[in-house]
């Protein structure tokens, strides 16, 4: 049962862990149950699937885009999105400032950090990721607050190896934050872990996890 899940999750999870309840591919009714059930911050991974069901919840969910996002859908979202969890480029966050703007908000978001094994085209290296922040251009976006980092761990069953991409997104995530947001006291989010390695996610130092189906069980892709 979801409200179930959700109620034993929130027991589980320590003080200052996030549960983000990432309800992709699940009827609102769904999401509903999590919402009664005491559950506020909600992930899509689609830009089309979140304008669809934000109209249809209450209005003080938190919705959170977990997934890639093309630049050309930011402004579909930028009205009410809580925050953007994978951004990985320069420009991205580019537009998200400029939509941010046009709205009068300003958008918080996660910089993608790429630790695992698998070939992705998304995220930052830790090298990009150092070298987009010593450029310096993202200091002058004034309508977006750089919050932290997300990353994913490699698909696999090899718990020491997940350990490890999650050690190495807590050391990037420490150094970061002491080289570049010593004075933003809102750079305090680390997104890490899903439902088969939150617990280990928790361990290395998660402040926020993403978890699906173990809330709202598997996925239904048509
Ligand atoms: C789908 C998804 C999740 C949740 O995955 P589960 O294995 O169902 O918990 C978390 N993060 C991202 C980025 C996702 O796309």
């Known amino acids: 049962m979801i ?19 990432v309800s992709k591919f699940h009827p609102v009714e769904d999401l509903r149950e999590a919402y009664d059930a005491g559950q506020r911050i909600f992930g899509e991974n689609h830009v ?5 069901k934000q109209p249809q919840m209450p209005s003080d969910v938190k919705w959170h885009l977990i997934g890639h ?11 009410f999105v809580t925050m953007i969890q994978a951004v ?32 992705s085209k998304f995220g930052f290296s830790p090298d990009e990721l150092h070298a987009m922040l ?18 994913m761990a490699s698909f696999t069953d090899d718990t020491a190896q997940v350990r490890r991409e999650f050690q190495l997104a807590r050391h990037t995530f420490e150094q970061t934050r002491k080289e570049f947001f010593s004075d933003s006291p809102s ?36």
């Not at 409200?3 to 309840?21: D, F, M």
């Not at 089309?48 to 669809?52: C, K, N």
């Not at 093309?70 to 930028?78: F, H, L, R």
Request: glycine fraction near 6%; aromatic fraction near 4%.
């Open 187 to 222: 750079f305090c989010k680390l997104s890490m872990g899903m439902t088969h390695d939150y617990q280990i996610a928790i361990e290395e130092g998660a402040t926020m996890v993403r978890v699906g189906t173990k809330i709202f069980g598997e996925r239904q892709y048509k």
């Open 48 to 52: 089309q699937e979140l304008v669809a």
């Open 134 to 151: 010593a450029e310096g251009e993202w200091k002058a976006l004034t309508n977006v607050s750089i919050c932290g980092i997300m990353t």
């Open 3 to 21: 409200s179930e899940q959700i109620k034993k999750l929130h027991k589980e999870l320590p003080a200052g862990v996030e549960l983000i309840a």
């Open 69 to 79: 996002l093309q630049t050309n859908k930011v402004k579909y979202i930028a009205p």
């Open 88 to 119: 990985d480029s320069l420009k991205l966050l580019r537009e998200i400032d400029k939509q941010a703007k046009k709205v009068g908000r300003v958008i918080p978001c996660l910089l993608e950090l790429h630790v695992a094994q698998e070939e």
